[in-house]
């Protein structure tokens, strides 16, 4: 018979923590006081606005309003503009410390695809309480073909006609994409500029921006790691810690403004973004409801080609290709 | 260990002005942090939470206090419960997640032979509210004083000692209901033994 004493006694032995892991978490924690000496030397930015929600140009969202299924689309689009209220904090030194580590995991690995003819992206989404699949070729020169079954209710491929890399109020092609700076101190005014007023603020948008060219986007190593270097110092980048995504991969997570990235740590590498909650409707008034959107990125590389797609798929714009 | 013969107390003093420092308390407290950690949320979890306490800990330097007991501890471990809330909060999607969750129940089981000593320990420790059980378990796992228990939880000592006392009362009629027990003992904390 145990009382509770023992209970308790019994369960409070667990082994010690292991040289290595003793190391790692010391290198962990020397790398956050590095940056907070560099931050308590550089003055705060001022609080912004208060938080609106960042218009996001998923693709998605870009091609969903033309197409047939418009209903399955508009629960994907208006995901993005679910209200929020998180405030403007100042830099978060731990999600700071995150975006920095993910951005030297990225730099380190291999690649650069200034040639390819497509960089092909597989993920799987939910949103309204339904899982969809979505497989998107962007073409380097010509036309883009996407799959995806929550726009057009099945996976026939359809042509998205020639297509660009958002950035605020600029749309970059891909040659254009690879002659970004990679230095993030030149990188950022460059992206700044480029917004050109979208989106609710500056910065609210160069958070989306980011997060827009480390999706579905050829971006090099080297570039992604002057976006998460950028998105290290954007003011209200909170750390929301440990996340499992519906695949069951565990990353870490990083949020501002409700808008949150998943990120494996180990490379860099995005793993999921969410943005609100993908089961459940709000209703928007007049019938409508606003779901929020979860995207798990399950792979994206270059690839030679592209589904061929039936001549009798109409464009995005309307117009048959 | 470090070379810093400095006391918590003297290193929590200077931590506003001196964040380095931090590195020192690293040095002497990580393991027992680490071990807070893995009773709680299992030894791989521990492993990548122990240095969010230690980074949240910097943020949280100004506001730091050193409890009369001298030692640094209280306050890491209630650093690491929050820590802890916000690993268990995200570890599930954000919509699906128990609230105030601080333990990972498998990772206690894995620590007891018996399904039913599994059982008995669920049952009285799940009678307890959040911050009660979290209480009992700074003492009886942490080995921490009533007092230094409170600095953690952020709560008065008096109501420390009284909690103490209720959830113990509370824990230990659960386990009674739960397994006819006539005779128990309760952890006892060590300033209540002196």
Known sequence: ?321 | MTGDQRSDGELLARLPRQPELMGTLYERHAPAVFRYLARRAGPAPAEDLLSEVFIAALDARKRVVAHRSGSALPWLYGIAINVLRHYFRHRQPIWAVEPNQVVDWDAVDARLDAEAQRRQLRVALCSLSEPDRELLLLVAWEGLTSSEAAEALGISKVAARSRLHRARHRALQALHGSHGLTAVTTPVSREETS
């Open chain 1, 1 to 321: 018979m145990n009382s509770l004493n023992e209970l308790l006694s019994s369960t409070a032995g667990v082994d010690d923590i292991t040289p290595v892991a003793l190391h790692n978490g010391r290198v962990a924690f020397d790398l956050a006081l590095a940056d907070l000496a560099k931050s308590e030397s550089s003055a705060p930015e001022p609080h912004q606005r208060p938080a609106q929600r960042p218009h996001r140009r998923k693709r998605t969202l870009f091609i969903g309003a033309s197409v047939a299924a418009v209903a399955a689309v508009a629960a994907a689009t208006t995901a993005i503009v679910l209200s929020g209220n998180s405030p403007n904090a100042g830099i978060s030194l731990m999600a700071a410390t995150v975006l920095r580590n993910a951005g030297k995991a990225a730099g380190a690995q291999q690649g650069g695809w200034p040639n390819a003819a497509y960089w092909h992206t597989t993920s799987v989404y939910e949103t309204g309480g339904k899982i969809y699949h979505r497989d998107i070729w962007i073409a380097h020169h010509g036309n883009s073909v996407l799959e995806d079954d929550g726009v057009f209710g099945n996976m026939t491929p359809n042509n998205l006609g020639s297509d660009v890399f958002d950035v605020g109020g600029t749309g970059l092609t891909w040659d254009q994409l690879y002659a970004l700076p990679t230095d993030p101190a030149k990188l950022e005014p460059v992206l700044q500029s480029d917004i050109k007023g979208a989106g609710p603020n500056p910065t609210a948008e160069l958070y989306t921006v980011v997060g827009d060219l480390l999706r579905e986007s050829p971006a090099p190593p080297a570039l992604r790691e002057a976006l998460y270097e950028i998105a290290a110092g954007i003011p209200g980048v909170k750390l929301v810690g440990h996340y499992k995504d519906a695949l069951g991969r565990t990353g870490t997570a990083v949020e501002r403004d409700g808008e949150t990235l998943v990120i494996d740590p180990a490379n860099g590498e995005l793993l999921a973004d969410i943005s609100g909650n993908p089961k459940t409707g709000i209703s928007c008034g007049g019938g409508c409801e606003e779901y929020g959107a979860a995207y798990m990125f399950v792979s994206g590389g270059p690839a030679t080609s592209a589904p061929v797609v039936p001549t009798n798929k109409a464009r995005p714009g309307g117009a048959a290709s």
